[in-house]
């Protein structure tokens, strides 16, 4: 009786291997089909931008990328009454159109917010003059 089983698990086995191995793919393909290499290969997108670089190029790459950084900052709480005094100090910095500076009212307060600042207009923004904006533009906090 453990010979037959044991016989049993030996084909079991070997069949496992053959079906892993796709020894037969015409009637049961194995579990890799579709996952060669040369199939990978022909779907990469645009292969050509992949670039190895040494340890150091890539380093500083990468500090020079989060140099430019985009970054959010936001201004406030206002009170109501120090809105005005807020739009207009916005209004005299002539920031660019489409500047992604948005205004949210809530509880009676009101915060100046910019997602997306790029490093010439997150100088413009902290030179304002941060007595009428709450302390001025600083890096938004989570919430």
């Known amino acids: 009786m453990l010979r037959g089983l044991l016989l049993a698990l030996?084909?079991?086995?070997?069949?496992?291997?053959?079906?892993?191995?796709?020894?037969?793919?015409?009637?049961w393909p194995g579990p890799r089909v579709g996952q060669a290499e040369p199939l990978r290969l022909a779907n990469q997108v645009r292969p050509e931008w992949v670039q190895v670089l040494p340890a150091s190029t890539a380093a500083s790459r990468v500090a020079s990328a989060r140099r430019v950084a985009r970054i959010c900052l936001?201004?406030?709480?206002?009170?109501?009454?120090a809105v005005a005094a807020a739009e207009a100090a916005l209004k005299a910095a002539a920031l660019p159109e489409n500047n992604g500076v948005t205004r949210r009212a809530d509880a009676g307060e009101v915060w100046y917010r910019v997602d997306d600042a790029d490093p010439t207009?997150?100088?413009?923004?902290?030179a304002l003059p941060a007595?009428?904006?709450?302390?001025?533009?600083?890096?938004?906090?989570?919430?």
């Open 10 to 27: 030996v084909a079991a086995n070997l069949l496992f291997l053959a079906w892993s191995q796709g020894w037969m793919a015409p009637a």
């Open 74 to 81: 936001e201004a406030g709480p206002l009170a109501e009454a």
């Open 121 to 126: 207009l997150q100088a413009r923004l902290q």
């Open 131 to 143: 007595s009428e904006l709450a302390g001025g533009f600083k890096p938004c906090r989570r919430r």
